[in-house]
């Protein structure tokens, strides 16, 4: 009975021992302590890049959103006049009241676009006397092939949807919709890659990693609700604030977790050995 408990001279009642050592390996996560100083650069490199990106952008929401309501600053109020218009507001009126008339070269330039936007914005006096100007000091950002997120002020098709007092076009909120949710994704994954390595509780961590894709989406959607229900500009405000908080703690504990905290013990790893004996 004992020869059937050995064959080629291996004790088969180690095997579930082996069967655990296994299984306990293949249940280990990684985490920093675990990854070598060069992913930490490599890393690190890619979070900062990142911040001072998201920074920028918000620069340009700021200089693209802010003086809708002829009033510095942004304020929820300019957000509805993007997305929903506002009567006796147009978009291009706005920008030429606000951020944007720094831009002209000639003062003058200014009264020319309001005067035309007063009788109706016509497509003949757009080509006398507008294009000129457009071409000359705006199309060097309203240009699809440099910003698709703007408006184009290449045509006179593309200036006609800026000079109507019903806010952003729904084509328009289609393209830089998708252009959004397929850009922002990609860094959201990324970021969440690496905030993954973090040492925490294991809740807290998936309820954080989902929070900014949620937001994105609440904020993507609430930009075609806010078209025809302005009181919903405050949750456009809202989840996108709610995704750059979020976004940003992960990059602050991904730093500070993979640079700061001390390093734990390692781990003691269980050696199993076999007994060989001869039948």
Known sequence: MGESNYRCGKDRRVAPLDRRITDDSSTHFRRFKNISVSEKILNTCLLVVIGIGYLVALANLYYTHQGHDGKPGISVHDVMINYHG??????????????????????????????????????????????????????ICHAPEINPSLPNLTNYEGVSEVTQAGGVSLPSLIRVSHIHLFGIAFILFFIGRIFL??????????????IPFAAMLIDVMSWFITKSLPSFAYVVVASGALMGVSMGMQILISLYQMWRQPKEEAEVSIQATTQETTV
């Open 86 to 139: 506002e009567p006796g507001h147009t978009r291009l009126g706005a920008a030429i009241n606000g951020p944007m008339e720094g831009n002209l070269k000639y003062k003058s330039d200014k009264n020319v676009i309001l005067k035309w936007i007063q009788i109706g914005a016509p497509e003949e006096e757009y080509n006398d006397h507008v294009a000129t100007i457009l071409n000359r000091d705006c199309i």
């Open 197 to 210: 390595l973090c040492d925490m509780n294991v809740i807290v961590k998936r309820v954080v990693v989902v």
